[in-house]
């Protein structure tokens, strides 16, 4: 299950810290510590994921992700920066990276993101005329979006669906609030209260009311996960 | 060349305008009035004399005096007299007390008085000296035409010379005018930018002048800075107060969990720490989205959003965070017209208000999210509450930045909620205003529609 990741930051501690972290998450982790090596080592389609400083001296790392998008390399980029506003992030998004993470960032929210980044690289050019999500005894059916666990259907409001369906994509794996704020609400912005917790609960109880064993568990310190089995 | 200071050029300008205007007048005055009148008086007198001279030298002095007594008897505007050696006159109706000063000359004009006359008559003559000592003179008088041509034209001089005069009088008063108003516009500007900030440009007449309306603009521009000044030191004074206590509450957690031997305890104070440094991370977030939203960036995002629709998405996102706080959210959305907008901005700026709503305004059981339009080419974004709502006297201090009531200064926040929905709404060109709801508190995000023409 490790995966190669390329690592492009100059600050050494925080290369250091996000190396090792990655590393017990059982990634491989290459690390180049300036804008050129890592353009040159961005260009090998061998990485399953770059992630990338925006900060680098000399050098935007936004004009690597777009040298990658111009020379037709797919691999998915995850943009680090303590270039905060939404506007910053907006702008990194649009400049062809997938993902954006804010300096300073919790680790889990960083694990989270890779993981997920690295789920749809999978996904990527595969099963696109998916119909049908099974997460355990739980089945979404995507084109009449209709929700059944164990042939019991569950009434859900269109919000608590998308919810339920991004949840489902990832399921085994953690998805942190503020993903589910960009993914499900499209809101690149930190509410900086529990709005997103009451949205879950109401969730899980429609889900795992009645049920023995709960599906949507809460994992402290870093956000949701749907049981994968 | 060397640059005239623009007082003096203000005034050369208005000298030459003043001299132009009334050469301009003069010669059309002149130009209206002048036959040439004097032109034909001097070829008149120049054969007359040619005449008379030519007798002299074939007759002599006693042909040309007869000559001149009988041409005397019937011509009223002739003026001669033949002059001996001695400055006796010989013959002629000249009575000139001056004859030793007439010399041999060509036409001139002056004034001479005649036997007959009373008084000197304007004339043209010409002199003439013969060998042998004897001297002619000879002219005619001006008819009144021509005199009065004559007048009027000294007239004009005399106006030309003083028209100069009042012209450099007035050019210098105007320069020293406008001199003066610049001076003073200077003077207060000199003394802004050695940094009291407080002086101001005068203002004299009520501002209706040019001089005015710049003083008048200078003062609403310092005014601005003064107030931008103003809110950026209470800003780093705020900032740096503000992030004492926070970094305190940090220092102390660290201390305990490096002294504890409960590892319990430890990861409790360490969970803190970390909520504590997320806490300051989102208000820094916050404090450079609102220095953005001043400076105007973000404009080349914004998108036609439907006011309604934005209301609707918000009201949904915290429709069961509300239920959860015993709070029924209502929606009222009337006639919603389109604005130009960035949208993650607007949201945020909304979902501060409902947080601030469900916050403070919980006990009153009822927050209402509403569009409605608000006077010409306005709407208005509002959330409104049924709780103890803001007194009138202390609206100004929720809106400032790091501003907090002290009703609420034990409640979670940095006080910044309110300052980013006001960027917001003045980086789309509108304001937030808090109202009375009576009960509660009305906040209202007043934007401009968009006027475009509906996009297809």
């Not at chain 1, 702008?91 to 694990?111: C, T, W």
């Not at chain 2, 926070?246 to 909520?275: C, F, K, N």
């Amino acid at each position: 299950m490790g995966r190669k990741i390329l690592l492009i930051e100059d600050d050494a501690e925080t290369a250091g810290y996000i190396t090792k972290g990655l590393g017990e998450q059982g990634h491989v982790v290459d690390h180049a510590g300036d804008g050129r090596d890592g353009l040159f080592l961005a260009s090998d389609p061998g990485y399953d994921l770059v992630v990338l400083d925006r900060m680098l001296p000399g050098l935007d790392g936004l004009a690597i992700v777009r040298a990658m998008r111009a020379a037709g390399v797919p691999t998915p980029v995850l943009i680090l920066s303590a270039l905060a506003s939404l506007d910053q992030r907006i702008e990194g998004l649009d400049g062809g990276s997938d993902d954006y993470l804010v300096k300073p960032f919790a680790f889990s929210e960083l694990i989270a993101r890779v993981n997920a980044l690295l789920r749809r690289a999978d996904g990527r050019g595969g099963d696109a005329t998916e119909t049908r999500l099974v997460v355990g005894p739980l089945e979404i059916d995507l084109l009449g979006r209709v929700v059944r666990r164990e042939g019991r259907t569950i009434d859900l409001k269109p919000r608590e669906y998308s919810l339920l369906e991004y949840l489902a994509r990832n399921a085994g794996r953690v998805v942190t609030r503020t993903m589910l704020l960009e993914q499900v609400w499209d809101y690149h912005f930190d509410p900086g209260t529990n709005v997103i917790d009451v949205h879950v609960s109401r969730l899980r109880r429609k889900l795992d009311d009645g049920f023995e064993m709960p599906l949507l568990q809460t994992v402290r310190g870093a956000g949701y996960r749907l049981a994968a089995a | 060349m060397a640059r005239l200071p623009t007082t003096a050029r203000i005034a050369a300008l208005s000298i030459l305008l003043a001299l132009l205007s009334n050469l301009a007048l003069i010669g059309f005055i002149h130009f209206r009035t002048h036959d040439d009148a004097l032109g034909a008086l001097r070829q008149r007198v120049s054969e007359q004399a040619d005449v008379l001279a030519d007798l002299h030298a074939s007759g002599g002095r006693w042909a040309l005096a007869d000559a001149i007594n009988h041409a005397l008897r019937d011509d009223s505007t002739l003026i001669v007299a033949l002059v001996d050696g001695e400055g006796r006159v010989v013959a002629g109706n000249l009575v000139e007390t001056r004859l030793a000063d007439f010399h041999s000359s060509g036409f001139q004009t002056g004034e001479l008085r005649t036997r007959h006359g009373t008084r000197p008559k304007e004339s043209g003559f010409v002199v003439r000296t013969f060998p042998g000592g004897d001297m002619l003179v000879s002219g005619r008088s001006f008819d009144e035409r021509l005199t009065l041509q004559r007048t009027l034209e000294r007239s004009l001089f005399v106006a030309l010379a003083l028209s100069l005069l009042l012209g450099v009088a007035c050019g210098l008063l105007i320069a020293r005018y406008v001199g003066q108003r610049v001076g003073a516009i200077v003077d207060a500007v000199d003394e802004i930018g050695e940094g009291d900030l407080s002086r101001r440009a005068p203002v004299l007449g009520g501002g209706s002048d040019a001089f005015d309306r710049l003083s008048a603009r200078i003062n609403r521009m310092m005014d601005r800075i003064a107030a931008l000044m103003d809110e950026l030191r209470v800003i780093t004074d705020s900032l740096a107060h503000d992030l004492r206590s926070p970094v305190g509450r940090l220092r102390s957690r660290i201390e305990r969990a490096l002294a504890t031997e409960d590892d319990a305890l430890r990861d409790q104070l360490l969970a803190g720490v970390l909520e504590e440094a997320d806490a300051l991370t989102r208000m820094l977030t916050t404090v450079i989205e609102i220095s953005r939203s001043e400076a105007m960036a973000g404009r080349q995002r914004f998108a036609r959003i439907d006011p309604a629709a934005l209301v609707g998405e918000l009201a949904e996102m915290y429709e069961p965070l509300a239920e959860e706080a015993g709070v029924r959210l209502q929606v009222d959305v009337a006639s919603p017209q389109a604005i130009m907008g960035h949208r993650q901005l607007l949201a945020q700026a909304m979902s501060n208000l409902v947080d601030n709503a469900l916050l403070h305004g919980a006990s009153g059981g009822c927050v209402t999210l509403s569009t409605a339009p608000a006077g010409p080419g306005m709407v208005r974004l509002g959330v409104s509450d049924r709780g103890p709502g803001i007194a009138p006297a202390d609206h100004a201090e929720a809106l400032r930045r790091f501003g907090r009531l002290d009703s609420s200064r034990s409640a979670p926040g940095a006080g910044l909620g309110l300052a980013l929905a006001s960027a917001v709404a003045h980086l789309h060109g509108g304001r937030l205003e808090l109202d009375d709801a009576r009960p509660g508190l009305v906040a209202n995000i007043l934007l401009p529609l968009d006027t475009r023409p509906a996009a297809s």
